[in-house]
């Protein structure tokens, strides 16, 4: 599957979530969790799995 036909997800697009810890499991899920790293280098990562949120995260 080429990354055009998977769900692309953005985590935290604006800077405002405060959440300490995420783990990406790798896998094929067709969803695409997508990160803008490497603070003024501007570089986004992608990896394809299952997004498991621990601990710290106050979600409504």
């Known amino acids: 599957m080429d990354s055009s ?3 692309h997800v953005p985590l935290d697009p604006d800077g405002t ?4 810890w995420l783990v990406v499991v790798e896998a ?3 969803v695409l969790y997508e990160q803008q ?4 280098g501007c570089d986004d ?3 394809e799995g299952y ?3 621990l601990g710290g ?3 409504d």
């Open 5 to 7: 036909s998977k769900r």
């Open 51 to 53: 997004l498991v949120p």
């Open 37 to 40: 790293c490497a603070g003024n």
């Open 57 to 59: 995260l106050k979600v």
């Open 28 to 30: 094929p899920t067709g």
């Open 17 to 20: 979530w405060r959440a300490t």
């Open 45 to 47: 990562r992608a990896i």
